[in-house]
């Protein structure tokens, strides 16, 4: 059975610009991208940055069999991409925790995608 997650981060607001052109850079490294989510098991991510009155926050989704194996193998991972992701993180967001709560109601997908 799949799972799902969404994990909503604050960004520090002298880091937003830093943060949106890392994303788009990596954006263009697919080869790399699908290499790290084909290790991990992801099946689908998706990254969105929300502005809010509350702050600018990093919003991503995430799809896999396993979101705990998921974070274990990206965790050790040595990737170029997984290494710079974790180091722009760390530069861009405020404290890193995960801040809302999300409960999933159902989840939907084409099973012939």
């Given at each position: 059975?799949?799972?799902?997650?969404?994990?909503?981060?604050?960004?520090?607001?002298?880091?937003?610009?830093?943060?949106?052109?890392?994303?788009?850079?990596?954006?263009?490294?697919?080869s790399?991208?699908?290499?790290?989510?084909?290790?991990?098991?992801?099946?689908?991510?998706?990254?969105?940055?929300?502005?809010?009155?509350?702050?600018?926050?990093?919003?991503?989704?995430?799809?896999a069999?396993?979101?705990?194996?998921?974070?274990?193998?990206?965790?050790?991972?040595?990737?170029?991409?997984?290494?710079?992701?974790?180091?722009?993180?760390?530069?861009?967001?405020?404290?890193?925790?995960?801040?809302?709560?999300?409960?999933?109601?159902?989840?939907?997908?084409?099973?012939?995608?």
């Amino acid at each position: 059975m799949v799972e799902t997650t969404i994990l909503r981060q604050e960004v520090n607001p002298d880091k937003v610009s830093k943060l949106v052109e890392w994303m788009e850079e990596a954006d263009n490294r697919e080869s790399e991208i699908i290499e790290t989510l084909q290790d991990e098991g992801v099946k689908t991510e998706s990254a969105f940055l929300e502005p809010s009155s509350q702050g600018i926050f990093l919003v991503t989704y995430m799809e896999a069999d396993d979101l705990q194996q998921v974070q274990e193998i990206f965790e050790q991972s040595t990737h170029d991409i997984d290494i710079e992701y974790k180091q722009i993180v760390q530069e861009c967001l405020t404290d890193g925790q995960t801040v809302g709560s999300f409960e999933p109601l159902y989840h939907a997908a084409d099973p012939d995608r």
